[in-house]
């Protein structure tokens, strides 16, 4: 009995770091995406709140924050798919064929999301990481 206590802690435990580590996955399509990036698009949305609570008819001063954050989303993307195809030009100089095709399909599968969920002893469903812990 007393191993079997033993194995269920260990399970849990091992769950629980599973579940913490997943949590800050991302994907290959935005790792591009970071601080700066989310700093721009903030920016902008203010500027634009801005200049609706002051009126449309007074000069637009957003566009020009607008056409910043954009700047450097698509600066950030470009470069990012820039060492992505440079990755995949080394990969394929290296006869690494595999990692090619991963690589290439995880790009042109785009995001699918993933649902996983576990009843609990009460029969309901739970979806959230911090439930699933406790079950």
């Given amino acids: ?6 194995i269920k802690a260990i399970i849990k435990e091992t769950k629980q ?4 580590n997943d949590e800050g996955t991302e994907t290959l399509k935005n790792k591009w995406y970071d601080e700066e990036c989310k700093f ?8 634009r709140e801005k200049w609706l ?8 001063s957003s566009t020009v ?9 698509s600066n950030k993307k470009e470069r990012y798919l820039k060492s992505v195809i440079e990755s995949i ?3 394929q100089k290296h006869n690494n064929t595999r990692k090619i095709y991963q690589t290439v399909n ?10 996983s969920i576990i009843r609990n002893k009460k029969g309901e469903l739970a979806m959230n990481t911090k439930e699933k812990a406790e079950i």
């Fill in 1 to 6: 009995m007393e191993k079997w206590t033993n």
């Fill in 17 to 20: 770091q599973l579940l913490e």
């Fill in 40 to 47: 721009a698009i903030e920016e902008m949305k203010t500027a």
């Fill in 53 to 60: 609570k002051e009126g449309r008819r007074k000069s637009r």
């Fill in 65 to 73: 924050k607008e056409k910043k954050a954009h700047k450097i989303i």
């Fill in 89 to 91: 030009e080394e990969d």
């Fill in 106 to 115: 995880q790009f042109k599968k785009g995001y699918q999301h993933t649902f």
